[in-house]
C-alpha cells in the first residue's frame, strides 16, 4: 500500500511539474506573439512614415536660428540654444507633418467637419492637436477649448487634448482642466476628469500607437536627425 501511495504522491507531484511547465510555456508563447505583432506593427508604420517623411523633406526649413525654448524636434536636427533663428517656418512644417502621422495610427483617426472646430475623431474620441503647450494663450485657451468638451460632452464621448512639446518637454497624462489655462474646464456640467484629458510628449505616440508609441517616436527623431542645417 505503501508503494501504491508513493507512486501516487510521484505523479501527483509530476503532473504539477508538468502543469507548471506548460503555464510557463503558454505565457512565453504568449510574449513571444505579442513581441512579433508589435514588430510587425513597427515595420508597417516604419515604411508609411518613411514615404511621409520624404514628401515633407525639401519643406522642412532648418536654417540656424536663435531663441529660447528648444525642443526635441529641433535639437534633433541639430539646433541649439545659440544657433535658433526663425523658427517659425520649421515649427509650421513639423506641426502639417504631425497631423499626416496621427493619421497613421491604427485608431482610425479621421478629419472632423463643422464640430466645434475639433481636429479629428473616431468613434469614441475627439481630439485637438497642439505642436506646444502655450500655442494658445492662456487667456484665450478656456474660450478656444470649451466648445470643443460641450460638444464632446454632448456627443458622448471622450475628448483628448493633445500636446506635442508640453512645457520643459514633460510628459504628461493628465485631467483636461490642469492643463495650460483650463482650470474653469472643471465648472462646466458633464466634465469627466478621467475621460477628458491632456496628453503630451510620450504620452501621446503610446496613446496614438499602442505598444509601439516609443519606437515611433524614436523613429521619428531618427528621420529628423538625417536632416542638415544650411
Known sequence: MKIVRGRIVADARMMTRISISTQIDVHMYKNDFFKLNNSLKMLRIEKELNLLFE??????????????RLTEYEKAVGFNEQTRKG?????NTL????????ELSPLTIRKCENKSGIDYENK????????RHDTMKQSQ???EISPMLLRAINDNKSFLLVV????????????LHKGFGLSK???????????????????????LFPGIGIEVKSYFLKLLSTLKLS
Not at 55 to 68: A, C, D, P, V
Not at 95 to 102: A, D, M, P, S, T
Not at 165 to 173: A, F, G, H, I, V
Open 141 to 143: 485657451a478656456y474660450s
Open 87 to 91: 523658427s517659425k517656418p520649421f515649427a
Open 95 to 102: 506641426g502639417c507633418f504631425i497631423e499626416k502621422l496621427w
Open 185 to 207: 474646464l472643471q465648472k462646466i456640467s458633464g466634465y469627466d476628469p478621467t475621460k477628458h484629458l491632456w496628453i503630451s510628449g510620450d504620452y501621446t505616440y503610446k496613446f
Open 124 to 131: 469614441n474620441y475627439y481630439f485637438q492637436f497642439k505642436s
Open 164 to 175: 506635442l512639446t508640453d512645457k520643459n518637454n514633460q510628459n504628461r497624462k493628465i485631467p
Open 55 to 68: 514628401k515633407f523633406r525639401n519643406k522642412f526649413q532648418t536654417q540656424k536660428y536663435k531663441e529660447i
